[in-house]
């Protein structure tokens, strides 16, 4: 037996089967590259309740108009000036209004904006109150406004 080609036949089957195990060892895919040219919007929303869903509008470039109740970040956006818009939310009897800030970002190619909603209390469900006032002297009627 020639030494020359069982090294050259074991090289070959030894380099088939590290190609092979690496193969094997391929857990998924690759995730697809973004697309160049293009950037992202991340929005955080804090605030609410968590069953309580965010009512943001993202308008921007070419008509591009997306609604958002969530925490998100919106990818592929072409790059300009986008405007975030908060309404209102009533959950629980509750209403919160929002705030963005900034409420105008300018998203760039390859690049992720960030704006953050906050929402506040503002009223409540209608309740009712009970004041007792006590301390005063005998035949003073209390004034409350």
Do not use: H
């Not at 590259?33 to 950037?39: L, V, Y």
């Amino acid at each position: 037996m020639n030494s020359s080609k069982w090294r050259s036949g074991t090289k070959a089957a030894l380099l088939l089967a590290l190609v092979l195990s690496l193969a094997a060892c391929q857990t998924g895919t690759t995730p697809p590259e973004e697309e160049e040219g293009f950037g992202s919007l991340a929005i955080a929303v804090s605030g609410l309740p968590a069953a309580a869903a965010a009512n943001v509008t993202v308008t921007g470039p070419g008509g591009f108009n997306e609604n958002v109740t969530t925490t998100d970040t919106l990818g592929g956006l072409p790059e300009g000036s986008y405007s975030i818009a908060v309404a209102n939310v009533t959950a629980g009897g509750v209403e919160y209004a929002g705030t963005a800030s900034p409420a105008n970002v300018n998203v760039q190619a390859d690049d992720v904006a960030v704006t953050a909603v906050t929402y506040t209390a503002v009223s409540t469900e209608p309740g009712s109150l009970e004041v007792t006032i006590t301390g005063l002297p005998g035949g003073v009627d209390a004034d409350v406004d």
